[in-house]
């Protein structure tokens, strides 16, 4: 069992910056694939951001590309996603995510709603006003 919190959602005005967090549980952190996912009112779920397990392969929305940074530290069990320039478009529900299986994952090739992730934090909210 894996457990996520997250932490740093709140309010911001466009353009300004945010620092998201996900704490996890467990002594195999080093070994997950994770993620952060968002979800606005009314609408699917969607990919933001992921990272390997060593931290040498990201991957990002197109949305999101050249204004998200996706990191991780595995000596303290916590992923970060630092969030520059944002937008109103980007208030949403922020979730990170985790995905154990040892096999490999292309996230531009998974789906709504689980996106291949195994297990998921209850999220905290970004509010962008303009």
């Known amino acids: 069992q894996v457990q996520l919190v997250e932490s740093g959602g709140g309010l911001v005005q466009a353009g300004g910056s945010l620092r998201l967090s996900c704490a996890a549980s467990?002594?195999?952190?080093?070994?997950?694939?994770m993620g952060w996912f968002r979800q606005a009112p009314g609408k699917e779920r969607e990919f933001v951001a992921a990272i390997s397990w060593s931290g040498s392969s990201t991957y990002y929305a197109d949305s999101v590309k050249g204004r998200f940074t996706i990191s991780r530290d595995n000596a303290k069990n916590t992923m970060y996603l630092q969030m520059n320039s944002l937008k109103p478009e980007d208030t949403a529900v922020y979730c990170c995510?985790?995905?154990?299986?040892?096999?490999?994952?292309?996230?531009?090739?998974?789906?709504?709603?689980?996106?291949?992730?195994?297990?998921w934090g209850k999220g905290t909210l970004v509010t962008v006003s303009s």
């Open positions: 467990g002594r195999t952190f080093s070994t997950y694939v």
């Open positions: 995510a985790a995905r154990v299986s040892g096999s490999s994952y292309y996230p531009y090739a998974a789906s709504p709603p689980t996106y291949g992730m195994d297990y």
